[in-house]
């Protein structure tokens, strides 16, 4: 099982660009969501996605778009890149959820800049 | 409002040496509570979760916590730190019924030869 992955692994934007990261699950999972990490800010959540063909707002949602395709992905989309979207972004999913007591499993990561 | 507060940004212990990273969280409730473990480089992965039950949990790599209802704490111990444990903790809080969850600003733990 490759658990969860994440595409690309570094990105390097201009203001005004979109792009839209990928994430997917092997694991069979229900739940799925789209976090940021900022120096000394922890991870702030930005959308979840407690089952398929759901999708709910985080803490930091605007500015981004989600889509969750299928069970096993859920893509996140900024549609015009400011400098503030600068950030480490990490997809994970649960089990079920959301959140619960459930383990969250977490992907690499995605490091964008926006200049 | 910041839900969970991990009050060291920085801690440096000796390779040995006990530890204990502190996690205090501001809801009335009892919510669940994480810890997860960050190596440099990589995603997040659980160390241990309380959501019921005794109060006193055991994770992995050795780690245990207690919750302290009283203090609304949660905090992180390991009794000897070995240098592989060097890495960024993160306490998070998840809060039933209200789709809330919330991570806190990290503890980056240097371990010293």
């Known amino acids: 099982n490759a658990g969860v992955t994440q595409t690309p692994k570094f990105q390097v934007l201009k203001t005004g660009q979109s792009m839209t990261l990928q994430c997917a699950q092997d694991?069979?999972?229900?739940?799925m969501y789209w976090y940021r990490q900022d120096p000394g800010m922890g991870l702030r959540l930005i959308y979840y996605?407690?089952?398929?063909?759901?999708?709910d707002k985080g803490e930091v949602p605007n500015g981004y778009n989600v889509s969750r395709l299928n069970k096993r992905e859920f893509s996140l989309r900024l549609e015009s890149a400011a400098p503030s979207q600068t950030s480490v972004y990490f997809c994970?999913?649960?089990?079920?959820?959301?959140?619960?007591?459930?383990?969250?499993?977490f992907g690499p990561g995605t490091r964008l800049t926006v200049t | 409002a910041q839900s969970v507060t991990q009050p060291d940004i920085h801690i440096t212990v000796s390779e040995g040496a006990s530890l204990e990273l502190r996690c205090n969280y501001s809801?009335?409730?009892?919510?669940?509570l994480f810890w997860y473990v960050q190596s440099p480089g990589q995603g997040l992965q659980l160390l241990l979760k309380?959501?019921?039950?005794?109060?006193l949990v055991q994770g992995i790599k050795g780690f245990e916590a207690e919750f302290k209802r009283s203090q609304s704490s949660f905090n992180l111990r390991k009794p000897s730190v070995h240098w592989s444990d060097a890495a960024e903790y993160f306490c998070?809080?998840?809060?039933?019924?209200?789709?809330?969850?919330?991570f806190g600003s990290g503890t980056k733990l240097n371990v010293k030869p």
């Open positions: 994970a999913s649960s089990e079920a959820g959301p959140f619960e007591h459930y383990e969250q499993y």
């Open positions: 694991m069979n999972h229900n739940s």
């Open positions: 996605s407690a089952s398929e063909g759901t999708t």
């Open positions: 809801y009335g409730a009892t919510p669940y």
């Open positions: 309380y959501f019921s039950g005794d109060t």
């Open positions: 998070a809080v998840g809060v039933y019924n209200f789709n809330k969850f919330y």
